[in-house]
């Protein structure tokens, strides 16, 4: 038995106000005036002076807004970084992610495209990448995929969806200050949280589950509970306490895997291109047969917060898209044989995953 060896964050700063802090944590990583600071931030703050005032530009830095509508793609890397070696005398002295799962992932990629040759699609998978990372670094406005925490960068590829999972993956240092997540939408809130939940229901309830993972999923596990069911946080603790509890859900996944919900909702963001938060939500309440108890509670949660989730989404699929679904759903073996074990194939067939997404 051979254990692995994973990387961790090295430098995280945590508080209310942290974000301020942010020229002088970064200020002693500038390699000379010609290597920049490239900020990757999500456009949904573009005006807003009370974040982007912050940010401080010396000699040639710059700020590149990022939409996030839609998930990042490999090409889309491809494009920045480029955009970023033809605009720019040398390569970056770092690069800051500001925003959501989306622009963490898009600022993991980058950093590592930077300085290793070829197509993005190339490192899809597992340990392909050779050369360190340019210095990243992570600051989340909203609270729940443990993106900031954890050693894959999800992106949608010419194949597959699939992370980049390296040593090299990981943030060199995040920034935590739940004050940036004061204005995200409810529904958004909500959908981004139950990642959180759900990565929690799966790490504990899988077969790789083992005593590291249990200690983050449960405590993430327990945030959860009293930041969606109990609703007695103020505002303020509430933002706080599910920016820690998407911390230990990335953590308790690190050292385990995800389940059944993110496999079938991989499937659908292919093909839909249905964002990751509300497609684990869409597919999660249907999985009563895996996840009983953390069904139910998914349920009361969505209840008490007066959410309704898109129904139908999948009536008018052709046979071929049904298909694409399934094989990427099934494509990820480590996924099923966490929830299901080794035996998974006994219990999961095309036609079954077929009538699962029916349902949806
Ligand atoms: P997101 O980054 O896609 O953002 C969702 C929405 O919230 C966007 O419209 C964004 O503009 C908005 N938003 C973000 N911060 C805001 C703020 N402070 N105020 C107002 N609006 C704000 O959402 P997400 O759910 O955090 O990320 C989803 C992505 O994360 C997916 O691409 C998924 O694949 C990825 N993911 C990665 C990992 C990983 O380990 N690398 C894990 C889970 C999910
Ligand atoms: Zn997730």
Excluded at 68 to 97: F, M, R, W, Y
Excluded at 127 to 147: C, E, Q, W
Aim: aromatic share 10%; with cysteine; charged share 20%.
């Amino acid at each position: 038995m051979s254990y692995k060896n994973f990387p961790m964050v090295p430098r995280v700063i945590y508080g209310r106000g942290s974000f301020n802090q942010l020229d002088e944590i970064i200020s002693p990583k500038r390699r000379n005036s010609d290597a920049p600071f490239i900020f990757l931030v999500d456009d949904v703050f573009k005006g807003n002076a009370w974040l982007t005032s912050r940010i401080t530009l010396s000699y040639d830095d710059n700020i590149i807004y990022i939409s996030a509508d839609e998930e990042p793609k490999t090409s889309q890397i491809d494009e920045l970084v480029e955009h970023i070696i033809l605009n720019n005398k040398q390569k970056p002295s770092g690069i800051i992610g500001i925003g959501g799962g989306t622009i963490l992932d898009i600022a993991k990629a980058v950093s590592i495209m930077l300085t290793n040759d070829g197509n993005t699609s190339d490192y899809q998978g597992w340990d392909l990448v050779k050369n360190p990372a340019v210095y990243h670094v992570g600051i989340p406005t909203i609270s729940g995929t443990g993106a900031e925490v954890s050693r894959t960068t999800v992106l949608t590829g010419p194949k597959l969806k699939l992370g980049i999972n390296s040593d090299y993956t990981p943030f060199d240092q995040v920034i935590l200050d739940p004050e940036l997540t004061k204005d995200v939408p409810k529904n958004q809130w909500f959908y981004t949280g139950m990642d959180c939940f759900i990565h929690c229901i799966e790490s504990l309830n899988g077969s790789y589950i083992n005593a590291f993972s249990q200690s983050y999923g449960e405590k993430a596990f327990d945030l959860c509970k009293e930041i969606f069911i109990n609703n007695t946080l103020s505002k303020e603790d509430s933002q706080d306490k599910l920016m820690m509890a998407s911390w230990h859900g990335g953590m308790s996944i690190a050292y385990s895997q995800v389940g059944v919900a993110h496999a079938l909702s991989y499937g659908l963001s292919y093909v839909l291109g249905t964002k990751h938060g509300i497609g684990n939500c869409i597919v999660f309440e249907h999985l009563e047969e895996f996840y009983p108890n953390g069904v139910q509670l998914f349920k009361l949660m969505k209840e008490k917060h007066n959410i309704k989730l898109p129904r139908g989404i999948c009536a008018e699929l052709t046979e071929e898209q049904f298909d694409t679904m399934i094989t990427v759903a099934l494509s990820l073996e480590p996924l099923w044989e966490n929830a299901l074990g080794k035996d998974w194939k006994k219990r999961i067939t095309y036609y079954s995953l077929k009538a699962l997404y029916q349902k949806m």
